[in-house]
């Protein structure tokens, strides 16, 4: 069975430019999260989606957004990038039941100059 | 206001030997714990989980003990591995609130022969 697929698997911006990520969950998972790891720091939260609608976000400004798609699938958008979005950028997707462990793709790393 | 912390950022334990990562959280809503390995340039991996109604999980060489009352948790890794070397990322989830994570920062376990 094949896990989580992130594209690209590197990125590089200059400050101001937009970028969009991209998620492919585990077949039959209908749950996509995404978290933003900064250097030095732990995973953070960014948002959740699920079947097609985003349940709930974490603390950053709205120039963080993205969808899911009717296949599950889902991208994350930033624009007008600054150097802290500098960071490895996760994507998790688990099953419909909330109780089921989050699985993780290999991540984007982002690099904004 | 970091609700998951793993104060030791690092740990260097002999092959063979008990590995012992700790992690503290403040949220008492946390209902669900997970701990994560993370190799450079990959995804978290789930190693281990445990729900607020137990104090022990254990699954071959890892074993997570919680305490609830002194909100903290634990993993041990017996005996370990040079592959175990990794960073290890302690998660709690709040299933009342949307089953997002909420990371630890992460500690360096390095296995030496």
């Known amino acids: 069975e094949a896990g989580v697929t992130q594209s690209p698997t590197h990125l590089i911006k200059t400050r101001g430019q937009q970028v969009t990520l991209r998620c492919s969950p585990i077949s039959g998972h209908t749950s996509v999260y995404w978290y933003q790891q900064a250097l030095g720091l732990g995973l953070q939260f960014l948002l959740w989606?699920?079947?097609?609608?985003?349940?709930n976000r974490g603390n950053f400004p709205p120039r963080f957004s993205g969808r899911q798609f009717p296949n599950y699938s889902s991208e994350l958008n930033v624009n007008a990038l600054e150097l802290e979005d500098s960071a490895l950028y996760l994507c998790?997707?688990?099953?419909?039941?909330?109780?089921?462990?989050?699985?993780f793709g290999p991540g984007t790393r982002l690099l904004v100059l | 206001d970091q609700q998951v912390k793993q104060n030791s950022p690092s740990l260097s334990v002999q092959e063979g030997r008990i590995s012992i990562l700790n992690c503290d959280y403040t949220?008492?809503?946390?209902?669900?714990f997970l701990w994560y390995k993370k190799y450079p340039a990959e995804g978290p991996t789930f190693l281990i989980s445990?729900?607020?109604?137990?104090d022990k999980n254990e699954d071959g060489r890892f074993t997570v003990f919680l305490n609830k009352s002194a909100k903290h948790l634990s993993l041990h890794i017996v005996p370990s591995q040079p592959g175990d070397s990794a960073v290890y990322f302690c998660a709690a989830r709040n299933t009342g609130t949307a089953s997002k994570l909420t990371f630890g920062t992460g500690t360096r376990l390095q296995v030496t022969l």
């Open positions: 989606y699920d079947e097609g609608e985003e349940r």
């Open positions: 445990i729900s607020s109604i137990k």
């Open positions: 949220n008492s809503m946390f209902d669900y």
């Open positions: 998790a997707s688990r099953p419909g039941r909330v109780r089921e462990t989050q699985y």
